[in-house]
Protein backbone atom coordinates (compact mmCIF):
# COMPACT_ATOMS: atom_id res chain seq x y z
CA UNK A 1 0.00 0.00 0.00
CA UNK A 2 1.36 3.09 -0.77
CA UNK A 3 1.51 6.01 1.72
CA UNK A 4 -0.72 8.16 -0.31
CA UNK A 5 -3.49 5.46 -0.05
CA UNK A 6 -4.08 5.31 3.84
CA UNK A 7 -4.72 9.52 3.67
CA UNK A 8 -7.29 8.66 0.85
CA UNK A 9 -9.23 6.27 2.59
CA UNK A 10 -9.43 8.05 5.68
CA UNK A 11 -11.07 10.96 3.90
CA UNK A 12 -13.36 8.89 2.05
CA UNK A 13 -14.69 6.32 5.09
CA UNK A 14 -15.58 7.64 8.25
CA UNK A 15 -14.88 4.14 10.00
CA UNK A 16 -12.76 1.07 9.65
CA UNK A 17 -16.30 -0.31 9.91
CA UNK A 18 -17.42 1.34 6.98
CA UNK A 19 -14.36 0.21 4.89
CA UNK A 20 -14.93 -3.10 5.56
CA UNK A 21 -18.40 -2.88 4.73
CA UNK A 22 -17.13 -1.40 1.15
CA UNK A 23 -14.76 -4.16 0.85
CA UNK A 24 -17.56 -6.75 1.29
CA UNK A 25 -19.65 -5.39 -1.11
CA UNK A 26 -16.68 -5.38 -3.72
CA UNK A 27 -15.83 -9.10 -3.01
CA UNK A 28 -19.68 -10.19 -3.30
CA UNK A 29 -19.41 -9.01 -6.84
CA UNK A 30 -22.00 -5.70 -5.84
CA UNK A 31 -21.86 -2.67 -7.61
CA UNK A 32 -20.14 -0.32 -5.10
CA UNK A 33 -17.66 2.71 -6.94
CA UNK A 34 -14.71 1.14 -6.08
CA UNK A 35 -12.49 -1.41 -7.39
CA UNK A 36 -13.67 -0.25 -10.80
CA UNK A 37 -11.94 -2.93 -12.63
CA UNK A 38 -14.75 -5.20 -11.08
CA UNK A 39 -17.95 -3.32 -11.72
CA UNK A 40 -16.98 -0.36 -14.06
CA UNK A 41 -20.69 1.47 -15.15
CA UNK A 42 -20.01 0.78 -18.61
CA UNK A 43 -20.16 -3.01 -17.94
CA UNK A 44 -23.17 -2.59 -15.56
CA UNK A 45 -25.14 -1.03 -18.14
CA UNK A 46 -23.99 -3.14 -21.30
CA UNK A 47 -25.15 -6.29 -18.81
CA UNK A 48 -28.32 -4.75 -17.93
CA UNK A 49 -29.06 -3.75 -22.10
CA UNK A 50 -28.24 -7.37 -22.80
CA UNK A 51 -30.12 -8.81 -20.31
CA UNK A 52 -33.20 -6.39 -21.37
CA UNK A 53 -32.75 -8.00 -24.86
CA UNK A 54 -32.51 -11.78 -23.60
CA UNK A 55 -35.87 -11.40 -21.12
CA UNK A 56 -33.79 -11.99 -17.82
CA UNK A 57 -32.90 -10.37 -14.48
CA UNK A 58 -29.07 -10.17 -14.71
CA UNK A 59 -26.19 -11.33 -17.39
CA UNK A 60 -22.78 -11.47 -16.93
CA UNK A 61 -19.91 -11.15 -19.34
CA UNK A 62 -16.88 -12.37 -19.51
CA UNK A 63 -13.51 -11.82 -21.06
CA UNK A 64 -13.91 -15.24 -23.16
CA UNK A 65 -17.00 -17.54 -23.79
CA UNK A 66 -14.41 -20.47 -21.97
CA UNK A 67 -14.19 -18.36 -18.79
CA UNK A 68 -17.81 -17.93 -18.90
CA UNK A 69 -18.64 -21.94 -19.29
CA UNK A 70 -15.44 -22.38 -17.00
CA UNK A 71 -17.34 -20.35 -14.67
CA UNK A 72 -20.86 -21.62 -15.20
CA UNK A 73 -19.42 -25.17 -14.01
CA UNK A 74 -17.67 -24.06 -10.58
CA UNK A 75 -20.88 -22.00 -9.68
CA UNK A 76 -22.50 -25.71 -8.99
CA UNK A 77 -20.51 -26.16 -6.30
CA UNK A 78 -20.22 -29.91 -7.68
CA UNK A 79 -18.38 -32.08 -5.20
CA UNK A 80 -17.15 -35.46 -5.29
CA UNK A 81 -19.20 -38.16 -5.89
CA UNK A 82 -21.46 -36.39 -8.44
CA UNK A 83 -22.10 -37.14 -11.87
CA UNK A 84 -22.30 -35.08 -14.52
CA UNK A 85 -23.88 -36.11 -18.11
CA UNK A 86 -22.30 -34.21 -20.90
CA UNK A 87 -23.45 -34.50 -24.55
CA UNK A 88 -21.00 -36.23 -26.73
CA UNK A 89 -21.01 -32.86 -29.32
CA UNK A 90 -19.63 -29.96 -27.37
CA UNK A 91 -16.60 -27.48 -27.89
CA UNK A 92 -13.43 -29.81 -27.52
CA UNK A 93 -12.32 -27.02 -24.99
CA UNK A 94 -15.90 -27.63 -23.08
CA UNK A 95 -14.88 -31.10 -23.44
CA UNK A 96 -11.63 -30.62 -21.81
CA UNK A 97 -13.15 -29.00 -18.93
CA UNK A 98 -16.07 -31.55 -17.99
CA UNK A 99 -13.37 -33.62 -18.27
CA UNK A 100 -10.87 -32.12 -15.61
CA UNK A 101 -14.13 -32.21 -13.17
CA UNK A 102 -12.89 -36.23 -12.81
CA UNK A 103 -9.78 -35.36 -10.94
CA UNK A 104 -11.95 -34.01 -8.57
CA UNK A 105 -14.02 -37.08 -8.01
CA UNK A 106 -17.18 -36.05 -10.22
CA UNK A 107 -18.16 -38.69 -12.17
CA UNK A 108 -19.11 -37.80 -16.37
CA UNK A 109 -20.74 -39.77 -18.58
CA UNK A 110 -21.17 -38.80 -21.93
CA UNK A 111 -24.94 -39.01 -24.10
CA UNK A 112 -26.22 -38.74 -27.64
CA UNK A 113 -28.15 -34.96 -26.84
CA UNK A 114 -30.66 -36.00 -29.60
CA UNK A 115 -31.49 -39.25 -28.11
CA UNK A 116 -34.30 -38.97 -25.34
CA UNK A 117 -34.54 -42.28 -24.21
CA UNK A 118 -31.05 -42.41 -23.60
CA UNK A 119 -31.19 -39.36 -21.63
CA UNK A 120 -33.89 -40.69 -19.93
CA UNK A 121 -31.92 -44.05 -18.97
CA UNK A 122 -28.95 -42.50 -17.66
CA UNK A 123 -31.28 -40.03 -15.32
CA UNK A 124 -32.76 -43.06 -14.00
CA UNK A 125 -29.80 -45.29 -13.43
CA UNK A 126 -27.02 -42.65 -12.56
CA UNK A 127 -28.74 -39.57 -10.80
CA UNK A 128 -26.62 -36.62 -11.72
CA UNK A 129 -26.21 -33.37 -10.80
CA UNK A 130 -25.87 -31.89 -14.08
CA UNK A 131 -26.35 -32.09 -17.42
CA UNK A 132 -24.21 -30.12 -20.04
CA UNK A 133 -25.10 -29.86 -23.76
CA UNK A 134 -25.01 -27.11 -26.46
CA UNK A 135 -28.49 -26.13 -28.05
CA UNK A 136 -27.29 -27.05 -31.65
CA UNK A 137 -24.19 -28.44 -31.85
CA UNK A 138 -21.07 -26.89 -33.83
CA UNK A 139 -20.38 -30.30 -35.27
CA UNK A 140 -21.12 -31.77 -38.89
CA UNK A 141 -24.53 -33.56 -37.90
CA UNK A 142 -25.98 -30.52 -35.74
CA UNK A 143 -27.92 -32.60 -33.14
CA UNK A 144 -30.28 -30.09 -31.73
CA UNK A 145 -31.42 -30.28 -27.80
CA UNK A 146 -35.72 -30.58 -27.67
CA UNK A 147 -35.31 -28.10 -24.59
CA UNK A 148 -38.90 -28.75 -23.41
CA UNK A 149 -38.92 -32.41 -23.56
CA UNK A 150 -35.25 -32.02 -21.22
CA UNK A 151 -37.00 -29.54 -19.01
CA UNK A 152 -39.83 -32.17 -18.17
CA UNK A 153 -37.06 -34.79 -17.40
CA UNK A 154 -35.47 -32.40 -15.39
CA UNK A 155 -38.18 -31.39 -13.36
CA UNK A 156 -39.40 -35.59 -12.76
CA UNK A 157 -35.98 -36.75 -12.27
CA UNK A 158 -35.93 -33.72 -9.20
CA UNK A 159 -38.59 -34.19 -8.32
CA UNK A 160 -38.07 -37.66 -7.06
CA UNK A 161 -34.91 -36.49 -6.15
CA UNK A 162 -36.73 -34.06 -3.56
CA UNK A 163 -38.85 -37.07 -2.47
CA UNK A 164 -36.35 -39.52 -2.34
CA UNK A 165 -32.40 -38.58 -2.55
CA UNK A 166 -32.15 -36.04 0.24
CA UNK A 167 -29.89 -36.59 2.74
CA UNK A 168 -32.24 -36.69 5.48
CA UNK A 169 -34.04 -39.43 3.59
CA UNK A 170 -31.36 -41.59 2.66
CA UNK A 171 -29.61 -41.24 6.51
CA UNK A 172 -33.09 -42.61 7.70
CA UNK A 173 -33.18 -45.38 4.85
CA UNK A 174 -29.12 -46.28 6.31
CA UNK A 175 -30.00 -46.44 9.68
CA UNK A 176 -33.17 -48.38 9.16
CA UNK A 177 -31.51 -51.03 7.29
CA UNK A 178 -28.84 -51.41 10.13
CA UNK A 179 -28.50 -54.34 11.83
CA UNK A 180 -26.66 -52.76 14.50
CA UNK A 181 -28.79 -50.07 15.47
CA UNK A 182 -32.79 -50.61 15.69
CA UNK A 183 -33.78 -46.93 15.79
CA UNK A 184 -31.90 -43.76 16.11
CA UNK A 185 -33.35 -40.22 17.63
CA UNK A 186 -34.43 -37.40 15.33
CA UNK A 187 -31.98 -34.93 16.36
CA UNK A 188 -29.08 -37.50 15.96
CA UNK A 189 -30.13 -37.49 12.38
CA UNK A 190 -30.38 -33.84 12.01
CA UNK A 191 -26.30 -33.25 13.43
CA UNK A 192 -25.32 -36.01 11.35
CA UNK A 193 -26.95 -34.49 8.27
CA UNK A 194 -25.48 -30.84 9.61
CA UNK A 195 -22.20 -32.01 9.81
CA UNK A 196 -21.69 -34.35 6.37
CA UNK A 197 -22.15 -31.24 4.72
CA UNK A 198 -19.69 -28.97 7.14
CA UNK A 199 -17.22 -31.95 6.78
CA UNK A 200 -17.85 -31.66 2.43
CA UNK A 201 -16.28 -27.82 2.79
CA UNK A 202 -14.02 -28.65 5.98
CA UNK A 203 -12.49 -32.37 5.09
CA UNK A 204 -12.44 -32.22 9.27
CA UNK A 205 -13.23 -35.28 10.29
CA UNK A 206 -13.15 -34.07 14.13
CA UNK A 207 -16.40 -32.35 13.86
CA UNK A 208 -17.97 -35.49 14.33
CA UNK A 209 -16.67 -35.80 17.50
CA UNK A 210 -19.59 -35.03 19.64
CA UNK A 211 -21.97 -36.73 18.12
CA UNK A 212 -20.01 -39.71 17.78
CA UNK A 213 -20.22 -39.34 22.03
CA UNK A 214 -24.33 -39.31 21.45
CA UNK A 215 -24.46 -41.76 19.12
CA UNK A 216 -22.40 -44.35 21.52
CA UNK A 217 -24.46 -43.21 24.92
CA UNK A 218 -28.07 -43.81 22.56
CA UNK A 219 -27.18 -46.54 21.47
CA UNK A 220 -24.90 -48.68 23.42
CA UNK A 221 -22.16 -49.31 20.61
CA UNK A 222 -18.87 -49.32 21.52
CA UNK A 223 -16.98 -46.23 20.83
CA UNK A 224 -15.08 -47.79 17.87
CA UNK A 225 -18.55 -49.44 16.24
CA UNK A 226 -19.64 -45.66 16.90
CA UNK A 227 -17.03 -44.30 14.71
CA UNK A 228 -17.43 -47.34 12.03
CA UNK A 229 -21.01 -47.05 12.06
CA UNK A 230 -21.23 -42.71 11.64
CA UNK A 231 -18.25 -43.28 9.17
CA UNK A 232 -20.27 -45.10 7.28
CA UNK A 233 -23.38 -43.58 7.29
CA UNK A 234 -21.62 -40.46 6.24
CA UNK A 235 -20.03 -41.66 3.29
CA UNK A 236 -23.17 -43.03 1.57
CA UNK A 237 -25.41 -40.21 2.58
CA UNK A 238 -22.28 -38.10 0.58
CA UNK A 239 -22.28 -40.59 -2.31
CA UNK A 240 -26.46 -41.55 -2.69
CA UNK A 241 -28.21 -37.94 -1.83
CA UNK A 242 -28.89 -35.69 -4.86
CA UNK A 243 -29.71 -31.80 -3.44
CA UNK A 244 -31.20 -31.21 -7.21
CA UNK A 245 -30.75 -31.97 -10.92
CA UNK A 246 -29.53 -28.57 -13.02
CA UNK A 247 -28.77 -27.85 -16.74
CA UNK A 248 -25.91 -25.84 -18.35
CA UNK A 249 -26.95 -25.06 -21.97
CA UNK A 250 -24.24 -23.55 -23.99
CA UNK A 251 -26.75 -21.25 -26.69
CA UNK A 252 -23.31 -19.79 -29.09
CA UNK A 253 -24.28 -21.17 -32.62
CA UNK A 254 -28.01 -19.89 -32.88
CA UNK A 255 -28.08 -16.97 -29.89
CA UNK A 256 -31.26 -16.30 -27.96
CA UNK A 257 -32.39 -14.39 -31.37
CA UNK A 258 -32.68 -17.20 -33.09
CA UNK A 259 -33.40 -19.79 -30.14
CA UNK A 260 -33.87 -18.28 -26.70
CA UNK A 261 -33.69 -21.18 -23.92
CA UNK A 262 -35.05 -18.77 -21.14
CA UNK A 263 -38.30 -17.66 -23.21
CA UNK A 264 -38.79 -21.69 -23.86
CA UNK A 265 -38.62 -22.31 -20.06
CA UNK A 266 -39.63 -18.90 -18.43
CA UNK A 267 -42.88 -20.50 -16.95
CA UNK A 268 -40.93 -23.45 -15.22
CA UNK A 269 -39.05 -24.63 -12.22
CA UNK A 270 -35.66 -25.40 -13.12
CA UNK A 271 -32.47 -24.34 -12.73
CA UNK A 272 -30.74 -23.60 -16.02
CA UNK A 273 -27.46 -21.16 -16.83
CA UNK A 274 -27.17 -20.65 -20.35
CA UNK A 275 -23.72 -19.84 -21.79
CA UNK A 276 -22.69 -18.10 -25.01
CA UNK A 277 -19.37 -16.77 -26.62
CA UNK A 278 -20.08 -13.52 -27.80
CA UNK A 279 -16.58 -13.41 -29.72
CA UNK A 280 -18.96 -13.81 -33.08
CA UNK A 281 -22.29 -12.60 -32.77
CA UNK A 282 -22.12 -9.97 -29.67
CA UNK A 283 -19.73 -7.76 -32.48
CA UNK A 284 -21.79 -7.21 -35.81
CA UNK A 285 -19.00 -9.50 -36.99
CA UNK A 286 -15.92 -7.66 -35.83
CA UNK A 287 -14.52 -10.38 -34.31
CA UNK A 288 -12.10 -7.64 -32.58
CA UNK A 289 -12.26 -9.41 -28.79
CA UNK A 290 -12.85 -12.45 -27.22
CA UNK A 291 -15.92 -12.26 -25.27
CA UNK A 292 -18.09 -14.42 -23.28
CA UNK A 293 -21.91 -14.06 -21.90
CA UNK A 294 -23.61 -16.35 -19.09
CA UNK A 295 -27.18 -15.15 -18.22
CA UNK A 296 -30.42 -17.05 -16.15
CA UNK A 297 -33.45 -16.81 -14.14
CA UNK A 298 -31.90 -17.25 -11.08
CA UNK A 299 -31.30 -14.60 -9.41
CA UNK A 300 -28.86 -15.94 -6.51
CA UNK A 301 -26.96 -18.17 -9.20
CA UNK A 302 -26.04 -15.36 -10.99
CA UNK A 303 -24.81 -13.11 -8.36
CA UNK A 304 -22.54 -16.05 -7.45
CA UNK A 305 -21.23 -16.42 -11.02
CA UNK A 306 -20.43 -13.00 -10.13
CA UNK A 307 -18.62 -13.73 -6.84
CA UNK A 308 -16.65 -15.98 -9.11
CA UNK A 309 -15.72 -13.33 -11.75
CA UNK A 310 -14.46 -11.51 -9.31
CA UNK A 311 -12.23 -14.49 -7.96
CA UNK A 312 -11.10 -15.44 -10.70
CA UNK A 313 -10.19 -11.74 -12.49
CA UNK A 314 -12.73 -13.22 -15.71
CA UNK A 315 -14.72 -9.88 -16.44
CA UNK A 316 -14.47 -7.91 -19.37
CA UNK A 317 -12.05 -5.51 -19.06
CA UNK A 318 -12.83 -1.59 -19.86
CA UNK A 319 -11.18 -1.67 -23.51
CA UNK A 320 -12.56 -4.96 -24.97
CA UNK A 321 -16.25 -3.46 -23.42
CA UNK A 322 -15.75 -0.37 -25.96
CA UNK A 323 -14.66 -2.59 -28.88
CA UNK A 324 -18.56 -3.75 -28.31
CA UNK A 325 -21.12 -1.87 -31.08
CA UNK A 326 -22.74 0.51 -28.75
CA UNK A 327 -26.06 -0.36 -30.55
CA UNK A 328 -25.98 -4.33 -30.79
CA UNK A 329 -28.46 -5.09 -29.04
CA UNK A 330 -30.70 -2.92 -31.28
CA UNK A 331 -29.16 -4.70 -34.70
CA UNK A 332 -28.45 -8.37 -32.92
CA UNK A 333 -31.90 -9.39 -34.07
CA UNK A 334 -31.42 -7.96 -37.97
CA UNK A 335 -28.32 -9.50 -38.60
CA UNK A 336 -28.97 -13.04 -37.11
CA UNK A 337 -32.37 -13.27 -38.92
CA UNK A 338 -29.92 -12.46 -42.04
CA UNK A 339 -27.17 -15.09 -41.17
CA UNK A 340 -30.35 -17.93 -40.61
CA UNK A 341 -32.40 -17.26 -43.56
CA UNK A 342 -29.17 -16.89 -45.52
CA UNK A 343 -27.75 -19.87 -44.50
CA UNK A 344 -31.07 -22.18 -44.78
CA UNK A 345 -31.24 -20.49 -48.64
CA UNK A 346 -28.08 -21.63 -49.49
CA UNK A 347 -28.22 -25.03 -47.29
CA UNK A 348 -31.36 -25.71 -49.54
CA UNK A 349 -29.66 -24.57 -53.08
CA UNK A 350 -26.61 -26.81 -52.30
CA UNK A 351 -29.26 -29.99 -51.61
CA UNK A 352 -30.53 -29.71 -54.58
CA UNK A 353 -27.18 -30.41 -57.05
CA UNK A 354 -27.35 -33.66 -54.82
CA UNK A 355 -24.85 -32.27 -52.50
CA UNK A 356 -25.39 -33.93 -48.79
CA UNK A 357 -26.27 -31.22 -46.40
CA UNK A 358 -26.53 -31.17 -42.40
CA UNK A 359 -28.23 -28.50 -41.54
CA UNK A 360 -31.11 -28.42 -38.84
CA UNK A 361 -34.07 -26.93 -40.57
CA UNK A 362 -33.99 -29.85 -43.81
CA UNK A 363 -35.96 -32.20 -44.08
CA UNK A 364 -33.21 -34.67 -44.39
CA UNK A 365 -32.26 -33.90 -40.75
CA UNK A 366 -33.03 -36.46 -38.28
CA UNK A 367 -34.78 -33.69 -35.95
CA UNK A 368 -35.79 -31.16 -38.49
CA UNK A 369 -39.29 -31.35 -37.21
CA UNK A 370 -38.85 -30.15 -33.56
CA UNK A 371 -36.69 -27.28 -34.82
CA UNK A 372 -39.19 -26.60 -37.29
CA UNK A 373 -40.72 -25.85 -34.42
CA UNK A 374 -38.48 -24.01 -32.51
CA UNK A 375 -37.00 -22.13 -35.44
CA UNK A 376 -38.75 -22.12 -38.53
CA UNK A 377 -37.30 -19.58 -39.82
CA UNK A 378 -33.36 -21.00 -39.28
CA UNK A 379 -32.17 -22.08 -35.97
CA UNK A 380 -28.32 -21.48 -37.56
CA UNK A 381 -25.69 -19.51 -39.01
CA UNK A 382 -23.42 -22.20 -40.17
CA UNK A 383 -23.79 -25.68 -41.35
CA UNK A 384 -21.68 -28.64 -42.94
CA UNK A 385 -21.86 -30.31 -46.48
CA UNK A 386 -20.07 -33.66 -47.55
CA UNK A 387 -18.59 -33.46 -51.40
CA UNK A 388 -16.43 -35.57 -52.59
CA UNK A 389 -14.05 -33.49 -54.36
CA UNK A 390 -14.14 -30.98 -51.59
CA UNK A 391 -10.12 -29.77 -52.60
CA UNK A 392 -11.58 -29.29 -56.33
CA UNK A 393 -14.50 -27.41 -55.28
CA UNK A 394 -12.84 -24.58 -52.54
CA UNK A 395 -10.72 -24.23 -55.41
CA UNK A 396 -13.20 -23.45 -58.01
CA UNK A 397 -14.85 -21.42 -55.78
CA UNK A 398 -12.54 -19.08 -54.27
CA UNK A 399 -11.19 -18.69 -58.04
CA UNK A 400 -14.64 -16.98 -58.39
CA UNK A 401 -15.15 -15.69 -55.91
CA UNK A 402 -11.69 -13.93 -54.91
CA UNK A 403 -11.78 -12.43 -51.46
CA UNK A 404 -16.15 -12.14 -51.37
CA UNK A 405 -15.43 -15.84 -49.65
CA UNK A 406 -13.39 -16.60 -47.02
CA UNK A 407 -10.83 -19.03 -45.53
CA UNK A 408 -11.05 -19.84 -42.02
CA UNK A 409 -12.95 -21.19 -39.05
CA UNK A 410 -13.98 -17.94 -38.50
CA UNK A 411 -18.54 -17.24 -38.34
CA UNK A 412 -20.92 -14.32 -37.69
CA UNK A 413 -19.26 -11.71 -40.41
CA UNK A 414 -21.14 -10.16 -43.43
CA UNK A 415 -19.55 -12.50 -45.72
CA UNK A 416 -19.67 -16.10 -46.07
CA UNK A 417 -16.40 -17.82 -44.64
CA UNK A 418 -15.43 -21.75 -45.42
CA UNK A 419 -13.41 -24.14 -43.31
CA UNK A 420 -12.42 -27.47 -43.68
CA UNK A 421 -10.61 -27.67 -40.21
CA UNK A 422 -10.89 -30.68 -37.97
CA UNK A 423 -12.96 -32.73 -40.30
CA UNK A 424 -12.94 -35.50 -42.52
CA UNK A 425 -11.57 -35.08 -45.76
CA UNK A 426 -14.90 -34.50 -48.00
CA UNK A 427 -16.16 -32.02 -45.11
CA UNK A 428 -17.06 -28.15 -45.17
CA UNK A 429 -18.05 -26.06 -42.71
CA UNK A 430 -19.67 -23.03 -44.19
CA UNK A 431 -20.61 -19.99 -42.56
CA UNK A 432 -22.46 -17.99 -43.83
CA UNK A 433 -22.37 -14.00 -44.05
CA UNK A 434 -25.27 -11.79 -42.76
CA UNK A 435 -25.71 -10.27 -45.96
CA UNK A 436 -29.23 -8.55 -47.01
CA UNK A 437 -31.25 -10.55 -49.15
CA UNK A 438 -30.64 -8.97 -52.68
CA UNK A 439 -26.61 -8.77 -51.86
CA UNK A 440 -26.76 -12.39 -50.81
CA UNK A 441 -28.04 -13.58 -54.29
CA UNK A 442 -24.34 -12.94 -55.95
CA UNK A 443 -23.37 -15.17 -52.85
CA UNK A 444 -25.42 -17.97 -53.95
CA UNK A 445 -24.61 -17.48 -58.08
CA UNK A 446 -20.81 -18.38 -56.79
CA UNK A 447 -21.62 -21.46 -55.32
CA UNK A 448 -23.73 -22.64 -57.80
CA UNK A 449 -21.16 -21.88 -60.67
CA UNK A 450 -18.25 -23.49 -58.26
CA UNK A 451 -20.49 -26.77 -57.94
CA UNK A 452 -20.94 -26.95 -61.55
CA UNK A 453 -17.55 -26.31 -62.65
CA UNK A 454 -15.96 -28.42 -59.98
CA UNK A 455 -18.38 -31.49 -61.46
CA UNK A 456 -17.35 -30.82 -64.90
CA UNK A 457 -13.12 -31.08 -64.45
Known amino acids: MSIEQPKRIAKEYESVDDFNTDTEKVFSGETTGMYTRYDYKELADREEKFAEMIGVPDTAIFNSGMAAIHTALEAESLKSGDIVLCSREVYSVTLD ?110 IFRDVIRKFESETGLSRREAIELIAKAAKYTHKISREGLSMIIDNTLPSPVLINPIEQTKDRDLDLTVVESGTKHYQDGKNEITMGIVYSQDGDKMKQIKDLRVQNGAYLQSNSEAAIPENITE ?34 HKQSELVQEIAPEGAVTLFYIDIPNRDKFMEELKNIAGDKIGLGSSFGHSKTWLSNFGVDGNTIRIAVGSDVEEKFEETISIFSQAVKNSSTK
Open 97 to 206: SVEGLKKRGIKVEYFDPSNIEELEKLLEKLKPSLIVAETVANSKEMPVVDIETYVDLVEKTDQKYKEELTPEVVLDKFFSTTNKVAEVSGSIKEEVVRLIAEFESSNNPL
Open 331 to 364: IMEGKLKNHARNALQLAKVLEGFGITVFHPNLET
